[in-house]
């Protein structure tokens, strides 16, 4: 049974799985690489704080049990969730802030570790990294998944020393809103370990979405990365302004969001870690060099998205 979870760093997904565990009832332990890790963090810790409360006040009005707009990541049913149950969810939060831990020794975050998920960047090399460090301190009993978007477990399995309790768990941003988590085993994944997950993720307030087999960008991504992809290459080609783009999604498909602003909520940095890796990246010369010179301008600007109030977009 899951019951101690260690997050692996503290960027926005990490801190989003981190909080939603603790939440929900989880002894949940962020591991950190040094102080300024945590000074960026904890910030992103009590924004969560606000954000659920005022999302929790909020369901508890008409207006916010309707399909669309109740959080089922913080509860799960709009027409069971009364003021008494509202009450439990707020305290809930409140513990969340409170019991959450933070540690940079890694071999002490992870000592009594039940599952371990990694959440840094999409960087393979850095992956290797820290599962090299995790295969020296994790007990045996622990599970370790990767929040990777993009890359295949079986590229890592063998480095993490435990490849039979090793896979995949993925979760949309805003995790609350979007509860959903796709578990994605490779190959040499023990079924039992799998279903473990499964039963996790059900637990953290998700709905499961289990693969059959593995494929880059799980499901949601196989379908959003082309359409960002596409969407970047009409501004970097400069064939239509950011605006435009976002403009004619909107209008034409009916979505509350375009291409651009979806890119701010993942954030600019996920973003350029995914196309700096496809063939050609490097090569100003090419579109998919454009590209991620275009956003590689905007990240040294310090314009990483929603999480630094601006992206492509300001944000107050």
């Known amino acids: 049974m899951i019951k101690n979870v260690v997050v692996v760093g503290g960027g926005v997904l990490g801190s989003q799985i981190a909080y939603q565990a603790a939440y929900r009832g989880f002894n949940v332990t962020i591991w950190l690489r040094d102080d300024g890790s945590i000074d960026i963090t904890k910030p992103k810790i009590k924004t969560l704080h606000e954000t659920y409360e005022k999302t929790l006040k909020f369901m508890m009005t008409p207006a916010g049990k309707t399909p669309y707009t109740f959080a089922r990541g913080l509860a799960q049913d709009p027409n069971s969730f009364s003021d008494e149950v509202a009450k439990k969810c707020l305290k809930a939060n409140d513990d969340a802030l409170k019991n959450l831990k933070y540690e940079f020794d890694m071999a002490k975050a992870v000592k009594d570790a039940d599952l371990v998920i990694e959440a840094v960047s999409e960087n393979p090399n850095v992956k290797n990294s820290v599962f090299s460090q995790l295969a020296k301190c994790m007990p045996e009993k622990t599970i370790l998944c990767t929040n ?66 593995e494929q880059p960008g799980y499901i949601l991504n196989t379908m959003l990365v082309p359409f960002l992809s596409a969407s970047m290459y009409l501004y970097a080609e400069d064939i239509a302004d950011y605006q435009t783009v976002d403009l004619t999604w909107k209008l034409a498909t009916g979505a509350p969001l375009g291409p651009f602003q ?55």
């Open 262 to 316: 979806i890119i701010d909520i993942v954030g600019l940095l996920t973003t350029y870690e995914i196309v700096s890796h496809k063939p050609g990246a490097d090569d100003p010369k090419t579109p998919q060099g454009r590209v991620a010179k275009m956003l590689k301008t905007r990240i040294d600007q310090g314009k990483l998205g929603v999480g630094t109030g601006e992206g492509f977009y300001k944000y107050k």
């Open 148 to 213: 990777s978007s993009t890359l295949l477990p079986s590229a890592f399995a063998e480095v993490t020393g435990r490849p039979a309790k090793f896979l995949a768990l993925h979760f949309a941003n805003n995790i609350w809103k979007s509860n959903t988590a796709e578990v994605m085993g490779h190959a040499g994944t023990d079924p039992k370990a799998f279903n473990e997950v499964v039963e996790f993720s059900k637990q953290l307030g998700m709905i499961p979405l289990p693969l059959h087999k």
